[in-house]
């Protein structure tokens, strides 16, 4: 099966920012729902934030809200996490998958998606 792949990932001092990109070689994301999710060390994994295929639906989980923006260019077939204001609790993988399952307007959930990447790192430390 194919997979998206993440990248953007890397340590950054509080308060920094990163942007994570969501990307899949040789197909096209343009059809599907994106979902960013976060896992820490002994943690379960987390909805971050999603976005419809047309980009028309945003859903925020607890995580992004007031900080994280998500948001896809589809002419370039690229998923973005913009995330501000970095505190350590960010600190996790953070992964992109896609899928087809989730309605708008529903919560970000892992049950959605059926193609995952194999996540990106975020430590955010001083």
């Known amino acids: 099966q194919w997979q998206p792949v993440e990248s953007g990932g890397g340590l950054v001092q509080p308060g920094g920012s990163l942007r994570l990109s969501c990307a899949s070689s040789g197909f096209t994301l343009s059809p599907y729902g994106i979902g960013w999710f976060r896992q820490a060390p002994g943690k379960e994994r987390e909805g971050v934030a999603c976005?419809?295929?047309?980009?028309?639906?945003?859903k925020y989980e607890e995580p992004a809200k007031g900080r994280f923006t998500i948001s896809r260019d589809n002419a370039k077939d690229t998923v973005y996490l913009q995330m501000d204001n970095l505190r350590p609790e960010a600190t996790a993988i953070y992964f992109c998958a896609s899928g087809v399952t989730r309605r708008w307007g529903t919560p970000c959930v892992p049950q959605d998606y059926d193609s995952w990447g194999q996540g990106t790192p975020v430590t955010v430390s001083a």
């Open positions: 976005i419809s295929s047309s980009g028309e639906d945003l």
